[in-house]
């Protein structure tokens, strides 16, 4: 069983960054594609970004297009998302999700078999 856990949420004034990470306890994300969400209470869960595998494939949703960037870390066998120039709109609980599927495909959907806790990001003046 994968276990996922999510780190470096907090709060930020408008404008500001945050990087957040996951990790795979005991075991490195490498061989699953990866995908970060968001949800607010009361809204669906929306798909934020998504690594495929071998790491040549990474898609946005719209909402954070120009903004955020994932990256697979193979040496320490973690996945990031740099959250930059942060909205009051990107204020979520942050979910990272992992699957094994065919190399060069991710996807935005809530398809994964693996899901973390989640992180809190708050994003205020």
């Known amino acids: 069983q994968l276990q996922l856990v999510e780190s470096g949420g907090g709060l930020v004034r408008p404008g500001g960054s945050l990087r957040l990470s996951c990790a795979a306890s005991?075991?490195?994300?490498?061989?699953?594609?990866v995908g970060w969400f968001r949800q607010v209470p009361g809204k669906e869960r929306e798909g934020v970004s998504c690594i495929s595998y071998g790491g040549t494939v990474r898609d946005y949703g719209d909402s954070v297009k120009g903004r955020f960037t994932i990256s697979k870390d193979s040496a320490k066998g973690t996945v990031d998302l740099q959250l930059n120039n942060l909205k009051p709109d990107d204020t979520a609980v942050y979910y990272c999700?992992?699957?094994?599927?065919?190399?060069?495909?991710?996807?935005?959907?809530?398809?994964?078999?693996?899901w973390g806790q989640g992180t809190q990001v708050t994003v205020s003046s």
């Open positions: 005991g075991l490195a994300l490498n061989p699953y594609a």
């Open positions: 999700a992992a699957k094994r599927t065919i190399s060069g495909y991710c996807p935005l959907s809530n398809t994964y078999d693996y």
